[in-house]
């Protein structure tokens, strides 16, 4: 399994982002799709999850309501849109993936298989 995250870049507070990240390799279905992130100096963060669907997602509290997380199983790629970011969203993202079936709650970083590079946020005051 392979995964490319991309869509980062600089930008203002307040603003939306969205991150792309391609699979390929073995069938995407077949795989829980999350995002962490990882600020300097700071402990890797889980942001979120989705089924192998599309249709159920789990994000973690502190991202609710402005982070999305969403998949386009044609396109094999997932994306987390993030909305009203702030100085302190300014992280590196990556993505992951994990056959363990998707359930409401936070997963470990441990429970992803594959990881992606990641892509870098920086969010200015």
């Known amino acids: 399994v392979q995964l490319q995250a991309s869509g980062g870049g600089l930008v203002r507070t307040g603003d939306s982002l969205k991150l792309s990240c391609a699979f390929s390799g073995r069938t995407f279905t077949m795989y829980v799709l999350g995002w962490f992130r990882q600020a300097p100096g700071k402990e890797r963060e889980f942001v979120g999850h989705i089924n192998w669907s599309g249709e159920a997602t789990y994000v973690a509290e502190a991202f609710k309501g402005r982070f999305t997380l969403s998949r386009d199983n044609a396109r094999t790629t997932v994306f987390l849109q993030m909305n009203s970011l702030k100085p302190e969203d300014a992280a590196t993202y990556y993505c992951?993936?994990?056959?363990?079936?998707?359930?409401?709650?936070?997963?470990?970083?441990?429970?992803?298989?594959?990881w992606g590079r990641g892509t870098l946020v920086t969010v200015s005051s």
């Open positions: 992951a993936a994990t056959t363990q079936g998707w359930s409401e709650e936070r997963f470990p970083a441990s429970d992803f298989q594959y």
